[in-house]
């Protein structure tokens, strides 16, 4: 079974998601401060391009590995579990804990630079989990480290948001987008800053009002069509959300249905598959699905919505470092094996995986991704019938 299914969360950087005062969210709200202090520190070492002291490097690598660690492996063999009961955070288990252990090993032997490089992407996997939907609080007032200061804006919003500091990160990513200088000798940078603030005011904040704002501040300055096209578009679904009821209490039904209803405009004004005229419903739709994972975990309908959010996160994958869609779509398998359903989300996983392995070198796929293939085809093919 591939490592992403032996999920534990190992990766909420900041306070628990929920407010009930149990021992277990307790125990874990501990953890998830520790875990923020050690981000504090380390976030401007590893942002340091150059004359990286190795020793207190080290050392904080080290620390996080062992906090990791500690909530995957409980006395008596219990694995500390997150107040959120979505599934989908069980996904993340393994690469933070994997990439942890390899950033500080790699650190200690040397390899400094690789080992900055690993822990300056592992900031995503905090962003991925705190930026699926609006649940959970926002935490304005937590105290970053004075070193956090030597941080650029871009940088400084991704740690504000990996802590959940909402409200900073997009204070900060406007200031980005705002800057005509860093769009044009950035525009990379830019467009990432964009869309990241797309996500965190569509899909945390849940406010089309705020969003339109955000995407205003970035049209005031000129930058490259390619970072651009896309923004016309996305203002016409958010001045069309506005118009929409609110639904008081949603159920895992309504939720579903609300997100395949999205789902099916999104494809609709799409002119190819990865067009991103559609984020902004993409982007709804994976929030609601992810909601309707929260309050119905092992609901009738939550395989398909695995596989819904993998449809979401394939035309959404620029914002990850991890193929999440794949994710999904083996989590679906797994969970409705031998149905049409599972057929769906192996047809989507193989094509990904086929369009990812393939270049000017031809197709050729690793021997492990493709004993994973060949597990989750038995189990997407329909059974056999027991008549002779």
């Known amino acids: 079974m591939s490592y992403r299914l032996f999920a534990i969360v190992l990766v909420m950087l900041s306070l628990t998601l929920t407010s009930p005062a149990t021992a277990d969210m307790r125990q874990w709200n501990k953890k998830m401060q520790e875990l923020s202090t050690v981000m504090n520190e380390l976030l401007p070492q590893i942002n340091q391009l ?4 190795k020793e207190p490097l080290e050392k904080n690598a080290k620390k996080l590995t062992e906090l990791v660690h500690t909530l995957a492996v409980q006395p008596g063999g219990k694995s500390m579990l997150p107040p959120d009961a979505d599934p989908s955070l069980t996904i993340v288990q393994g690469l933070f804990e994997r990439d942890a252990k390899r950033a500080y090993h790699a650190i200690k032997n040397g390899h400094v630079d690789y080992g900055k490089g690993i822990l300056r992407s592992m900031t995503s996997y905090c962003i991925a989990c705190h930026s699926r939907n609006g649940s959970g609080p926002d935490f304005p007032n937590i105290t970053l480290s004075p070193k956090t ?8 919003a ?6 959940r500091q909402f409200d900073g990160a997009i204070e900060n990513l406007t200031v980005v987008v705002g800057d005509g200088e860093i769009a044009h000798q950035r525009p990379l940078e830019w467009n990432r800053a964009v869309k990241q603030g797309l996500m965190l005011t569509v899909r945390v904040k849940q406010d089309p009002d705020k969003a339109l704002a955000f995407l205003a501040a970035a049209g005031k300055v000129e ?21 929409e009821k609110t639904v ?3 159920t895992e039904v309504s939720l579903h249905r609300g997100a395949k209803k999205l789902l099916d ?8 598959p990865m067009d991103r005229n559609a984020d902004v419903l993409y982007l709804r739709a994976s929030a609601m699905l992810h909601d309707q994972l929260r309050i119905a975990p092992a609901g009738p ?12 996160y394939e035309v959404l994958g620029d914002l990850q470092t991890e193929p999440w869609h794949e994710i999904y779509y083996e989590t679906c398998i797994r969970q409705k094996p031998h149905t049409a359903l599972a057929r769906s989300c192996f047809d989507a996983f193989e094509s990904s995986i086929h369009f990812g392995y393939s270049g000017s070198a031809g197709f050729s796929l690793p021997e492990d991704v493709r004993a994973q293939m060949n597990e989750l085809k038995k189990l997407a093919a329909a059974e056999k019938s027991d008549k002779k």
Do not use: C, H, M
């Open 149 to 156: 200061e030597n941080l650029n804006t871009f940088e400084k």
């Open 223 to 243: 930058a490259p069509r390619f970072t651009t096209q896309n923004t016309e578009a996305w203002k016409a679904s958010l001045e069309a959300w506005k118009k």
């Open 248 to 250: 008081v209490k949603p």
């Open 301 to 312: 309908l939550a395989p398909e919505a695995f596989y819904l959010l993998g449809r979401s």
């Open 50 to 53: 150059y004359e990286t002291d």
């Open 265 to 272: 405009q999104a494809r609709a004004s799409q002119k190819f």
């Open 158 to 163: 991704q740690l504000l948001a990996a802590t």
